[in-house]
């Protein structure tokens, strides 16, 4: 059981958008940053968006994120067939100390 | 550019150990922290701990706590994770990522996978 809640699928046809949800607490998405990685098959995961909303440079603006309270969101606009990874949500939490990770993602490109 | 290049593949058998290393170049390696996270097949990102370089300071994942010792050593800019008491269940790729403090992992080792089987 993962301490951050991501839906398991999301799916989408190419050029639609598509939210992915990370649902957390007051004690890790409520009191610091988010971040999200993209992860394809068999490749180490890779940083797709830190503090909250902050895209590295390499990272098309295609994709952009946002939090609210205790939850975060991911989206991805004008979907595109090599979009399809596994996305996990990340932040730290301070009852624990330490990170956590949401469950995972998997986008698929209908 | 930074890198961080992991030790190969491992197969151990249960109650072994087993220790993976985790090189990095490209970056100052005193000045971030390093990180371990493990995948089980199929399955999502589990973080182990993480070790600063500098003060050889570590901190674990409950979970992990007595399971898991990750040191480093600077004068070969290497972090090293050793896991005890191997079972069936820590059968998973391991990869190591670098951060500053608490902020994001922003980036990884190619990952090991550790094998336990008899």
């Known amino acids: 059981q993962s301490v951050l809640t991501q839906p398991p699928s999301v799916s989408g046809t190419p050029g639609q958008r598509v939210i992915i949800s990370c649902s957390g607490s007051r004690s890790n998405i409520g009191s610091d940053t988010v971040s999200w990685y993209q992860q394809f098959p068999g490749t180490a995961p890779k940083l797709l968006i830190h503090?909250?909303?902050q895209r590295p440079s390499e990272v098309p603006d295609r994709f952009s994120a946002s939090k609210s309270d205790t939850s975060a969101s991911l989206a991805i606009s004008g979907l595109q067939s090599e979009d399809e990874a596994d996305y996990y949500c990340a932040s730290w939490d301070d009852s624990l100390p330490g990170r956590v990770f949401g469950g995972g993602t998997k986008l698929t490109v209908l | 550019q930074v890198r961080l290049v992991q030790s190969g593949a491992e197969v151990k058998k249960p109650g072994a150990s087993v220790k993976v290393s985790c090189k990095a170049s490209?970056?100052?390696?005193?000045?971030?922290?390093i990180n371990w996270v493990r995948q089980a097949p199929g399955q999502g990102l589990e973080w182990m701990g993480w070790v600063n370089p500098n003060s050889g300071n570590t901190g674990y994942a409950q979970k992990f706590q007595g399971k898991v010792t990750i040191t480093r050593s600077t004068s070969l800019s290497t972090a090293y994770m050793e896991l005890n008491s191997l079972t069936s269940e820590d059968t998973a790729v391991y990869y190591c990522a670098r951060a500053e403090g608490s902020y994001p992992l922003d980036y990884w080792g190619q990952g090991t996978l550790v094998t336990v089987s008899s």
């Open positions: 503090s909250d909303n």
């Open positions: 490209g970056y100052t390696f005193i000045t971030y922290d």
